[in-house]
């Protein structure tokens, strides 16, 4: 009988002149469902000297030439694989489809809000776009809540304000803040003309688009269902404080919102929206997000940045803001962040004064932003992010 070696080894072509070391390697894995690892080498040259020692003069020239190439392999594999053999992770990774922020209906949210005049407390314009935001979002199939309380503002007395709480996914225990304030500054103290400091300002950055921003979100998602809830909140009286006083003075509503909050479902984290709408508007790092929740800042800015949308989201840090943000994460504790226009700890040429209007918002920011924020969304409700 004609000694063949293992069986398989002629028929993969390794007689007859034909031995190589890839032809080798392929047959011990083949053949033998061989892994090449550190083991498996070890049982290939031990193979190779076996054959070494058992063959006769007739086959020496063929076995010769089967063990030199085997041991050839263990030398090559050996000086190539040392380290440990790790098995590749086929986990598919997780897709999600991000539908796109509509900036031109964005845009016409801030236009709307403008058109309202002034929504200062106790104004005609306060309440017109009070019931405004509230249609709004029970056109997108929100649950809504108008949460009410009293607002005293500093030589101006008290008004009842309303925080605009709406609820998408909410069964969907694992939650998302989202915010914004929807009045807007009561006086245009910064203004440079003297005679208008008295006045109250139409707020289409300070105000409107924030509210634009969440109400589009709110728009998307609900016509491109996502596995996650999300609470839109849109604080009022945050605009009324006093300069120069208390911190307390302002942000009005998200004190009460944080106050009152129901026990249950609480939201893992939250994102603010002020002045994001502005053309060359940029957002720095801010003092209390970094502070309280610096992950969510990172998490964001990377995301923004990937995006295409660095020369938005800058990687500057910015000084400590009041804002609604403040008051969430000292009174609840759920880490908020900020999304401020706020570049070099100074705010736009037209913050609280006559000029914040439509001349001042881009497009591009709202859909920036919006586009950003809807695509954490979607990737936090797959796990993506």
Known sequence: MERTGPPGLKSKGLFKNEVSIVGLREFFITQYRFKITSINREIIFYWSLSAITKLNYMHMHRWKMAAIAA?????????KNDAPTTVPDNKPTKQVSIP?????????????QVNFGPRNLGSEGHEATRQWIVDKLKACGLEVIEQNF?????????YEATNIIAKYNPGVAERVLMAAHWDTRYIAEKDTDIEDRDDPILGA????????????IARVVSENPLDLGID???FDAEDQGTNG???????????YWSRNLPAGQRPTYGILLDMVGAKGATFPKEGISMHYAPDIVAKVW?????????????????TPITDDHQFVNDLTGIPMIDIINYPNGSF?????????DMDVIDRNTLRAVGQVVLALLYKESVGAI
């Open 232 to 234: 839109f909140v849109f």
């Open 71 to 79: 041991l050839a392999c263990c030398l090559i594999i050996g000086c």
């Open 302 to 318: 990377q995301l923004g940045q990937s995006m295409g949308y660095g020369h938005y989201f800058v990687n500057t840090r910015a």
């Open 205 to 216: 950055d300070d105000g409107a688009s924030g509210v634009a921003v969440l109400l589009e």
């Open 150 to 158: 009293p607002a005293q503002i500093a030589n101006a007395g008290t």
């Open 100 to 112: 796109p922020f509509q900036r031109d209906s964005a845009f016409s949210y801030v236009v709307k």
């Open 245 to 255: 006083g208390s911190t307390d003075s302002w942000c009005l509503g998200s004190q």
């Open 348 to 356: 736009g040429h037209y913050h609280h004064t006559s000029d914040d």
